[in-house]
């Protein structure tokens, strides 16, 4: 196979866009894409302050890698989240490979650890929360949602962009329509805006292929953790990941236009009704000030309470 732009061997085959690239034409591809998505989703301007949610992995350093190419003022933010042992120090690793990716190249790499700024580390928090029972994902997912928006509010950034990739968005979306839960629908999009203490959600990835974004990380000899996460083994969104590309090995660029014709129907106001039925008032957290759509605390101070 041959490069499109330059006739020279491809290194990457762009299945679901029968299209092949060389390295250097794939990375550019790349960057000329992310600029695009940017611009098309309005997810920020290039005088707006990036917060790039970093876990170490291909994603989220690629994102970063590409956003500061690209010009962006974007310093990265690391959640120590206390997970792993001896044997597989998994956030140990994924803090080392953050702090590596910034140092080598003189960006700014913001650290808050769960533990030290609320007492526990998630698998302890999930522990009293779930008594044993269960993963500790959605503990997790309350934690990280929490403590990015504190830290974009409080440090004064503009906009939260994380790494999802297109893998990613199409699982969650197999998952809610497999189950037809309309509430969520609504609420998946490549920018959620922000409002009231609530920063501006990003996810410039969205359209890429996870293998593409390893394709790119390895490529710009960026450092990640190859390893999962230990407690998503097993879980339904590798699952749903698997079912995906087995029907993307049949039928290449499915994948790509379950999600994209998804949001062709969202923004056509498909899922209107369902749009105004979610977006109640929002009320603020007694403790941390933070939006929650009930009264009270929200899940994250009632989770520290506990
Ligand atoms: P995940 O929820 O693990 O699939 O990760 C999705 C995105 O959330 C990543 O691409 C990152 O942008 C962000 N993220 C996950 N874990 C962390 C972390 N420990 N610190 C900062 N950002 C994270
Ligand atoms: Fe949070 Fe796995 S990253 S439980
Ligand atoms: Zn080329
Ligand atoms: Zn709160």
Redesign the pocket.
Known sequence: MKCKTCGQKATVNLRQHRLGLCTDHFLEWMLTQTARFIKKYRMFGPDEKVLV???G?K??LSLWDILTRLGYQADG???G?GIGDEQNPYSAE?HRLAQQFADQRGLKLQVVDIRETHGQTIPQLAESVHRGQGRPCSVCGVA?RHE?NRIARDLGYDVLA???NLD?EAAVLFGNTLGWQADLLPRQAPVLAGHDGLARKVKPLCRFYEKDMAAYAILRGIEYIYEE?PFSVGSTSIYYKELLNRLESDRPGAKLAFYVKFLEARSVGLFAAQQAEVSQPLFTCPTCGQPTAHEGQCSFCRMVLR
């Open positions: 949610a970093v876990s992995g994603d989220s933010l690391y959640l989240l994924s990280k990015m994380t790494g999802h990613d996460c």
